[in-house]
Structure formats: C-alpha cells, structure tokens
C-alpha cells in the first residue's frame, strides 16, 4: 500500500490536491495534525510560501523555531503532512517534540504513517538532528505503535494543564 509514497516540499503544483486534503480533514472535525494544516489556504501560493519561509527562519513568531513542512503524495494524491521543528523549546520538549505528522483520515490503517515517520526521521537527520523526540496522546494508541515501529524507545510523559498525558519518545538516529 505505502509503495510509490514521497516527501515533497509543499508546491502551488498540488493546489487541487492539498485543498481536497484540507477539506477532508475540516469535513471530519478532527483536529488537523500537524498544526501547519491549520493555516488557511484561502491565498495558496502565500500560505505554500510561509511554509517555505519558515523552514528558513523567516517570519517566526518571537519564541519560535525553523520548521520543514513536507507533505506525503503518492502520484497526484495528498496523503498526510509533517513537520519537522529544527530545535527543541522547553515547550516542544514537553509537549511538541520535533515532528509533528497526521494522515488525511479516509488513509488511515494503511500503513501511511509508519512510512511518513521514516521519511521525516530521514529529513531530520539530513537536518543534522541525531536525537528525535516524538510524543503523542497517552490516548493515541496507533500514533504510540507508529513511533514504537520507527524506533521510539519511551522516555518520562509529560502531563500538560489540561491534565492531558503526553508520551514522549527518543529515536537515536
């Protein structure tokens, strides 16, 4: 199922694709993961450029670090997103990790996010990150497994002010 899949840097050429991604995952009402598909694609090539721009530095919210935003297509599909923070805040530490990723939700249980982890683990190491934390939901049984899969060997869980358990894992790469 996950062969053919490829990381791509988000491109105005998948338009079409990224905006039925989107509207799959607002249909749904689920909580868009990672946070970069939250951002409104009303002006496309603005939102693709911001995403390109912030891999670089550029625009940051004061306290933010870079991020890589890539998006996981087979042929002309969308099928998830990650991205990668190059540096860990004491907030990511506890409750972000350096890569956040989701899978459009009609994709799921194929094997897509397995597949998206390992290539972002690729990234990050090409990024000169040797240590990756991922953490997850305490609740987010699948999300724990894909980590796990892909080498998380499991360190202290966090519990942030909601009372929400977050799991934390390192991956030495």
């Avoid at 625009?59 to 923070?85: C, E, F, Q």
């Avoid at 002010?161 to 977050?166: D, L, P």
Wanted: aromatic share 8%.
């Amino acid at each position: 199922m996950t062969n053919g899949v490829r990381l791509i840097q988000p491109t105005v050429d998948f338009k079409a694709a990224y905006l039925d991604f989107h509207d799959e995952w607002v249909k749904s009402g689920e909580t868009m993961i990672p946070w970069v598909i939250e951002k409104d694609p009303t002006d496309f090539a603005a939102m693709v450029q911001s995403l390109l721009e912030a891999a670089l530095g550029i625009g940051l919210p004061d306290g933010w670090v870079p991020d890589s935003t890539y998006w996981l297509v087979k042929d002309d599909n969308l099928i998830g997103a990650v991205n990668i923070r190059h540096a860990l805040t004491e907030k990511l530490r506890n409750e972000g990790g350096h890569i956040g990723y989701g899978i459009r939700p009609s994709e799921r249980r194929k094997g897509y996010a397995t597949r998206l982890l390992a290539l972002a683990l690729e990234e990050a190491k090409r990024l000169g990150i040797n240590e990756v934390l991922v953490v997850c939901n305490e609740t987010n049984t699948a999300s724990r497994k894909t980590i796990v899969n892909n080498g998380g060997k499991q360190a202290a869980n966090y519990t942030d002010k909601a009372g929400n358990v977050i799991n934390r894992f390192w991956i030495n790469m």
